[in-house]
């Protein structure tokens, strides 16, 4: 009996030393932050978020990204945001340098939307932030 | 010593021959390629804007040398000749302004890409299936504005629609759309991208 015991802590032990190095070591600052919609008065209204922050929000509701249509010489893209209250920001663009930072977009993006103060349908920019902190 | 010069003649005009032949096929290689004959289309239009260009400015210096002339021989007209003058050259001027303006505005990249877009979209505009593409996504918007509300099935129409449109026709849409969501008087029901 005593005999079984030492042979199965030993075997737990080796077993231990031998595997212990496949499991992965986390580290590094990580932040996801969710989607949240700013509708501050006189300011224009805006929208950001992660997207992995989004994916993996407890509600079932927020969402961020772009779409976009490239099949003219003028590229359209439609940039949306949906918060946890289910309160959505939307816009487009034909603004090449719109189109080039969507295009920048990766799944550890930070979106920054802004409407256009003049026009509410009208996305005055898009800013992208790819950092390793936004890892999911 | 017959054999000898006959020898010697014979090595003489071998060499000439190849030192002949060797530098008339350097000349040829080193030749430079004839001129293109027939100018390009751009090299016509510059040409047109370049001889309009050396017109106005001829037409400005003869102006100026008739008010140096009129400033030279005191006439009774004095008084108003420099004034036609000077309307003429501010003319001149002006038309010079426009022709290099419009010249460096049809060569723009922003100029060729308008020019690009509206051919695609006049190709596509009024076909059978942008018709049908854009009642679709039309009566879509106008249904969910008036109803309040934007579903899965709203979604999926619109996107299958917004593909076949021109972008002034997304961008008519999207003015509708876009106010009524960001006012909140369209709540979003569906879950990921709006469409």
């Known amino acids: ?136 | 010593m017959t054999t000898q010069n006959t020898e010697l003649w014979r090595m003489i005009v071998t060499l000439s021959i190849g030192v002949i032949l060797g530098l008339g096929g350097f000349a040829w290689m080193t030749q430079p390629p004839p001129p293109s004959a027939q100018p390009t289309s751009t090299d016509s239009k510059d040409d047109q804007r370049l001889v309009q260009l050396e017109q106005a400015v001829t037409a400005l210096t003869q102006a100026r040398q008739v008010k140096q002339t009129t400033s030279a021989q005191p006439e009774p007209t004095r008084a108003t000749m420099p004034a036609n003058s000077e309307v003429s050259r501010q003319d001149l001027a002006q038309i010079i302004r426009e022709e290099v303006r419009n010249a460096v505005a049809q060569e723009s990249p922003e100029a060729q890409r308008a020019k690009e877009e509206a051919i695609a979209e006049a190709k596509i505009l009024n076909t059978p299936e942008n018709k049908a593409a854009y009642q679709s996504a039309s009566s879509v918007v106008q249904t969910a504005v008036a109803a309040k509300r934007w579903t899965e099935e709203d979604k999926e129409t619109f996107r299958a629609a917004f593909g076949q449109l021109t972008n002034n026709q997304r961008m008519e849409l999207m003015n509708i759309l876009a106010p009524a969501i960001n006012n909140g008087d369209v709540k979003v029901e569906v879950t990921g991208p709006l469409f």
């Open chain 1, 1 to 136: 009996m005593k005999t079984n015991v030492q042979r199965l802590i030993s075997m737990a032990i080796l077993g231990l030393a031998l595997f212990s190095n496949i499991a992965p070591v986390w580290a590094g600052f990580t932040s996801r932050p969710e989607v949240t919609i700013y509708d501050p008065p006189g300011i224009n209204v805006s929208a950001s978020g992660s997207t992995a922050g989004a994916r993996y929000s407890r509600d079932s509701q927020q969402s961020i990204g772009c779409l976009t249509y490239t099949n003219y010489a003028t590229p359209f893209v439609t940039c949306y945001a949906v918060d946890k209250t289910g309160k959505a920001l939307l816009c487009s663009s034909t603004a090449p340098s719109i189109f080039t930072a969507v295009k920048a977009m990766t799944d550890f993006s930070h979106l920054s939307i802004f409407l256009r103060s003049d026009d509410s349908s009208s996305c005055q920019s898009v800013g992208v932030t790819n950092d390793s902190t936004y890892l999911r």
